[in-house]
């Protein structure tokens, strides 16, 4: 009496573990993208594009807008990597300060300082990228790392209602 019971109830998980393993599988990443190691993606978000570059070179902006909303700029040479995030389906959606405020708190806690920050929509000017929208700023911030002898710098920007951008650089020199 005691075998059928069990073989009912192996078929049974071994019927039902499929669906439920496929339910809890995150959405994939675009090939070939990962997170870059100083930052942890939001919850229930998945990389839809990333790009790296060997050297190049990007303004970065700090400190609080200036009257023309052109904050100040520190030009970074080095290793780029961009990483778009979009939202999984049916995750709860984000607000603009939240993803901020997530970001300044990963960069105090992983022991870098903030060099900027531009709540609302186009509160400051910044270099125009088109993988970040036009140059207004939308909730970005900008991060810097300086570890082991090489500076590490970041800017992230919401990009729409559940899809953010992140700029990295590792300076260095050609």
Known sequence: MKMPILLLLSITLIVLTPAVAGAQDPEKDAEGCKDFPLFNRMPNFRIVECSTVEFDARK???????EDQKPKHVEVEGALTYLKYESNEGAKPVSGLQFMRNFEN?????????????????????????RLGNSCTNWGVSMKFVSAGTETWAYMQVLGENSYGLQIMVRKGM
């Open 60 to 66: 970065f902006p700090v400190g609080p807008p200036l």
């Open 106 to 130: 990963a960069t105090k806690s992983g022991g870098g300082t903030v060099e900027g920050k531009y709540p609302e929509w186009c509160k400051a000017t910044v270099e125009y990228d088109p």
